[in-house]
């Protein structure tokens, strides 16, 4: 692991920090029950601001093999909200571009075909790119095709040279990923077609800072992204912003930008430029406090845990992902605290969490052994969660949300 030298968008050396999470376990490094004795690798997550570009990002790097390969089991199809958001965004494509047979469509960490497949079953040519071996293969027997591999410039030639221009990319969180991301721009502006729309989806930094979402923060994480970020990055390719869509009930708050090698810029892609320069996010400022504002959800998420542990109540937690590793593991919640966590994704299930070892178990277990309080670490799913154990609730279980301040619903 080093240090990045100076930004990961335009190379100034002048980063201002302003969060510490301390030394953590890597987020997706769920442990097996054969390793529990062995120490884990832990590493320093920080983050911090470029005045010269408005980018957010952490200052250190580790190798994407280690975070995308060797550890990585995130499968976006137990998901039913993502899996109905994909879809409308698979057929809204298909209808706005007239996309066909004689089309190409290209994601980008594509996981396991879960957006693809809505283009295949459409009849219209795809191609997947995802360096995660498991996910790649369950994409492949499911019917997209997929390549297993880092996708950049040097892979983006090859597919200009093998296939042709791509009439669609699409890049669902994945550009928040990639610690060379002029590399990653690059390779998408050389597989574009002249005429081609690019689209990236990425939870909004507003809403992280605003919404003291600090669980989104972790080292699979390079970057977190404003309009102007994405704009100055884009531009330096020669493509553009030209416009801008606003999910708030996905991730904790998700914009889709609409990138091509043409300029046209919309009218709501110009207001959002105009009001992140307005209410400040492109200044050091906005971000200063919210080292404290981050502190004190740890300590207030504490107190509440241990109260309840203290009045005899039994806690467990529900979602093994990325963002509740940096929440247990920066609030030093243990299994003194919550005892174990429920996860849908059968490929965590067995494991333990990094760091705070609670044992991950199949969703079933919330009504098994019903305990009074599940601390939601999947907060992003709340509605879909809390809809899918309404039996829970029924038997007078409740939920401890965690950000933007720790509250029991209902």
């Not at 005429?195 to 990425?202: A, F, K, Q, S």
């Not at 972790?218 to 977190?224: G, L, M, P, T």
Request: charged share 25%.
């Amino acid at each position: 692991m080093t240090a990045a030298l100076g930004c990961r968008s335009c190379g100034s050396t002048e980063l201002k920090p302003f969060l510490s999470l301390g030394t953590t376990p890597l987020a997706d490094a769920l442990v097996t029950e054969e390793k529990l004795t062995e120490p884990e690798a832990r590493f320093p997550l920080e983050v911090a601001f470029c005045p010269a570009c408005s980018l957010v990002q952490i200052t250190e790097e580790v190798p994407p093999e280690q975070l995308f390969v060797d550890n990585y089991l995130y499968f976006s199809s137990f998901s039913d909200h993502l899996l109905r958001h994909s879809r409308a965004h698979a057929l809204g494509l298909i209808e706005a571009r007239g996309l066909g047979a004689e089309s190409l469509v290209v994601e980008i960490a594509s996981n396991d075909g879960y957006l693809l497949r809505n283009f295949v079953e459409a009849g219209v040519p795809v191609l997947g790119v995802d360096p995660a071996p498991d996910q790649a293969a369950a994409a492949t027997e499911a019917g997209v095709p997929t390549l297993a591999e880092f996708f950049g410039t040097a892979l983006a030639e090859r597919l200009v040279a093998e296939r042709g221009h791509a009439d669609v990319i699409i890049a669902n969180n994945v550009m928040a990923h990639v610690p060379e991301l002029n590399d990653f721009v690059a390779g998408m502006a050389t597989l574009v077609a002249p005429d081609g729309l690019i689209t990236v989806e990425n939870p909004y930094v507003r809403d992280l800072v605003e919404h003291r979402e600090f669980d989104t923060i972790y080292h699979e994480h390079f970057c977190y992204y404003s309009c102007t970020a994405v704009d100055k990055l884009v531009r330096r390719h020669g493509l553009f912003l030209n416009h801008v869509e606003y999910f708030p009930d996905l991730h904790g708050g998700t914009l889709r930008w609409h990138i091509a090698p043409r300029e046209d810029v919309s009218a709501t892609a110009r207001e959002y430029l105009e009001a992140e320069a307005e209410t400040g996010l492109t200044a050091f400022d906005y971000y200063a406090d919210f080292g404290v504002a981050v502190e004190r959800i740890r300590a207030d998420l504490r107190a509440l845990l241990a109260g309840l542990r203290a009045d005899g109540k039994k806690v467990a937690a529900y979602g093994a992902a990325a963002k509740g590793s940096t929440l247990v593991n920066y609030a030093e919640i243990g299994t003194d605290l919550v005892e174990f966590v429920v996860d849908r994704n059968v490929h965590k299930q067995g494991r333990y969490m990094p760091g705070v070892h609670q044992p991950i178990r199949p969703v079933e277990a919330l009504l098994d052994e019903q305990p009074d309080y599940v601390l939601l670490l999947a907060w992003n799913f709340a509605e879909e969660i809390m809809k899918q154990q309404e039996e829970f609730i029924r038997r007078g279980g409740r939920f401890i949300l965690p950000v933007p301040t720790p509250r029991i619903v209902p």
